[in-house]
Structure formats: structure tokens, C-alpha cells
């Protein structure tokens, strides 16, 4: 099983895993969301800029493996590259850094039928030049990854041509890698369905590498672990992209039936271990990793700050679950085909509780032991809740 080193080589292992795994939180995961009915909206939930770095400082002082905060532009940077120097201010004064910049391809009107594949080329020009901006946001907040996600496609069969808008795809998204700086990269997430109801232009991940290859070698895929239909079998694609090189990173969260944007490992715990395995085996094999570790959630009824910390704390303790498992016993094991015992040990991983480990690390570092009960006991969120109270209550779709 796991457990066959010594105490603690464990603990060396365990601390050493827990160190080097960072997660990048999302601004859009502390502001009002809803569904498509409705909106309950929360008094302590964020509706600036300036208060999200406030709850991305506080996730990361209680779990300190969140020192990035995901933008996404016309949300967080309604004026574009005008709003820089302000965003670096709040970088600078809550010691949390611009991380992945999202494009919003999806809000405005004009994108009614598309946007890098309307049939209608001046709009298809309006969403490049937006894409090129978030490009240059990217260089001036020094954030490395745009993470590009379209909402393009059809409702009804025959109403547009999927070829015509795979060219034009194509052309955009080279168009974006030609202005890349040497160490940005372009991140293509996929999804199957919503809001497209027919076809969606980026539906899988074989969609996605294609136009990740094809724009240039900086860009490559992102798995949002939502983005799925049911049955499919999500390490499998994590696997084939480590062995072509295009895993770029991953928007995590879980979902019971589709995008449902739920805290991770809420509903499938197992599916997430199985996917940071695939990651922990190419590693352990000697492949060059560079992967985001990206959350994507939406919060409308948790409490948005204790739903975030909450997340990462799963996030460390699946990672690690995985980097646990003996891998070299389990290789001997899948070469004789010994079917029991390999499942066994890796299910004996996932079942390992890795708690007192990841509490032990978290007081070597300095951090809360327990950081669900320390947010608690620090009542951030009651008095961000008083003082945001005050506040209208207007609000946009997560903005
Ligand atoms: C989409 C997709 C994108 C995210 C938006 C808010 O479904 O997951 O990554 O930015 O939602
Ligand atoms: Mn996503
Ligand atoms: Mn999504």
C-alpha cells in the first residue's frame, strides 16, 4: 500500500508535494452568481476589484498556496489596459498577483451569433482585438497565461457553417499567438454544451488541441473539469494530453450533471485523485511539467470565502492522496497484470487520510492548522458583510 516508506519519509515527501503546489483562485468565485432563475445575493460577496484582492488576500493568508488571483477583463477590467495601473496598485497593497486574464468573448450583444466565429467579419475583428488587449494586459500585469474560453456556436442544425468557423478560429487564434511574448501562453478551453445548444466550435479536447497546435507552440489546452459529458472519462484525456505536451492547466470544480460549477471533489473526490495521478506519474517519469492549477466555481449558495478555502484545502489533500501512491510497486503490478493489487493500491491511496500530514506541514509553515475554522474565528467575512452591506445591491452577471 502507500504507506511503505517510514513515517517520516512520508512526512519529507508529503512536505515537499504540499510546497510546490500552488492554486490559482478566480475573482468571479467571490461575486454574486446565480443560474439562470435567479440570484441570491450575499451581503459579504465582492463587487469590485479592489474588495476580490481583499478575499484572494485573505484565502491566501489562511491557506498561503494562493498567491495568484484569476482576472476576467470586462468583469474586473471594464476599461481595458486603462485599468493596469490600478489593478498593480491592489497587487502591490494585498500582496496577491494578476493571474491567469480571462477575454470575455460572451457578454456583449454584438456576440449574438459569435465571436471569433461570427459569419459577420467586423465582429469577428471586434473579439480579436479584444483577445490582442487581454494579451497586452497580460504583459503589462506580467501574468503569463490568457486563458481563452468562447461561448461560440449554434442552436439549430443547418444554421451556420461548422467548417467556414473552424477557419476562422484558426485565423484568430494564430493572429494571438503572433503577439504572445516569449513566456506568455494561450490556454484553449473546450466545452461541449451551454450556452451553444446545437454545436459548440471548441467542444473537446481534440477540438482544442487542434487549434492549440495549429496557433503555435504556446498555447496549449485547458481541461475545465466541468466541461464534460458524463460518462466521459476525464484522467484519460489528461493522459493523452501530458503525452502529446499540451496540458496547459485545469479549471477545477464538480459538478453532479453538467457545468454545475461546485466546490471540488464535492460530488467526486475519486475523479480528481485519478486525474492528479496521471499528473504525479508523468512527473515521476521524467516529463517536464508546466501546469495551472486553476479554480473555476461559482458560488450561489456557500459562503463565497469559506467555499474557496474550502477548495483549495481539497485541492491539496487529492494532490497529495496521489502523489502518495507507490508508483514504482504499482508499475511492477500493471506489468503482471496483477488487476487486484494494482487497484488495490491505488485505491488504498485514495483512501489514505492525509489530514495530519497536510495539518503538520500547514503549522511548519506558519500557517492556521485548520483553515475553515480559522476564517471562522477571524470573523472576515461578518465584517466585510457589514461593510458591503451598505452597498447597492445592483449586480451583473458575476461581476
Ligand atoms: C465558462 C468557462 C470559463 C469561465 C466562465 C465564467 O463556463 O468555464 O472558463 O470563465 O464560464
Ligand atoms: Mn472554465
Ligand atoms: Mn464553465
Redesign the pocket.
Known amino acids: 500500500m502507500v504507506m511503505s516508506h517510514s513515517d517520516s519519509a512520508i512526512r519529507e515527501k508529503a512536505f515537499k508535494e504540499l510546497d510546490s503546489f500552488l492554486v490559482e483562485i478566480p475573482s468571479?468565485g467571490f461575486a454574486n452568481t446565480g443560474t439562470r432563475f435567479g440570484k441570491f445575493v450575499q451581503a459579504g460577496a465582492a463587487t469590485t476589484i479592489e474588495e476580490k484582492f481583499a478575499d484572494a488576500a485573505e484565502v491566501n493568508r489562511l491557506t498561503g498556496v494562493t498567491p495568484t488571483l484569476a482576472l476576467?477583463v470586462l468583469w474586473d477590467l471594464p476599461n481595458g489596459l486603462k485599468d493596469v495601473a490600478a489593478v498593480r496598485e491592489l497587487e502591490a497593497r494585498f500582496a496577491i498577483r494578476s493571474g491567469s486574464i480571462?477575454p470575455n468573448l460572451f457578454q456583449d450583444q454584438e456576440y449574438k451569433f459569435g465571436s471569433l466565429c461570427n459569419p459577420e467579419a467586423a465582429i469577428r475583428e471586434r473579439a480579436l482585438v479584444h483577445v490582442l488587449d487581454c494579451v497586452e494586459i497580460g504583459k503589462a500585469l506580467g501574468s503569463r497565461d490568457i486563458s481563452l474560453?468562447m461561448a461560440d456556436g449554434s442552436n439549430y442544425p443547418g444554421t451556420q457553417s461548422v467548417r467556414k468557423r473552424i477557419a476562422w478560429l484558426e485565423e484568430a487564434l494564430s493572429a494571438t499567438h503572433q503577439r504572445l511574448a516569449p513566456n506568455q501562453r494561450l490556454l484553449v478551453?473546450y466545452?461541449p454544451f451551454e450556452p451553444a445548444f446545437y454545436h459548440t466550435d471548441i467542444a473537446d479536447w481534440g477540438m482544442a488541441s487542434h487549434f492549440a497546435r495549429q496557433a503555435g507552440p504556446q498555447a496549449c489546452v485547458l481541461v475545465?473539469t466541468g466541461?464534460h459529458y458524463l460518462g466521459q472519462n476525464i484522467e484519460q484525456i489528461v493522459a493523452w494530453l501530458l503525452h502529446t505536451g499540451l496540458l496547459g492547466g485545469f479549471?477545477f470544480n464538480d459538478r453532479r450533471y453538467a457545468?454545475d460549477d461546485l466546490t471540488l471533489g464535492s460530488i467526486d473526490p475519486y475523479q480528481i485523485f485519478r486525474i492528479f495521478h496521471e499528473i504525479h506519474s508523468a512527473q515521476s517519469e521524467g516529463l517536464k511539467l508546466d501546469i495551472a492549477y486553476m479554480i473555476?466555481q461559482s458560488h450561489n449558495l456557500k459562503g463565497k470565502i469559506e467555499a474557496m478555502v474550502q477548495t483549495v484545502v481539497t485541492a491539496q489533500e487529492l494532490y497529495l492522496k496521489a502523489a502518495l501512491v507507490d508508483r514504482e510497486r504499482l508499475a511492477e503490478l500493471q506489468q503482471s497484470c496483477d488487476l487486484v493489487a494494482a487497484e488495490e493500491l491505488y485505491r488504498g491511496a485514495f483512501w489514505t487520510d492525509v489530514r495530519p500530514v497536510v495539518k503538520e506541514w500547514r503549522e511548519a509553515r506558519g500557517l492556521p492548522a485548520d483553515p475553515l475554522a480559522a476564517l471562522r474565528e477571524s470573523g472576515y467575512v461578518e465584517r466585510v458583510a457589514r461593510e458591503r452591506e451598505k452597498r447597492s445591491t445592483v449586480v451583473g452577471s458575476?461581476a
Open positions: 468571479w476576467h480571462n474560453w478551453e466545452k475545465d466541461h479549471h457545468d473555476d458575476y
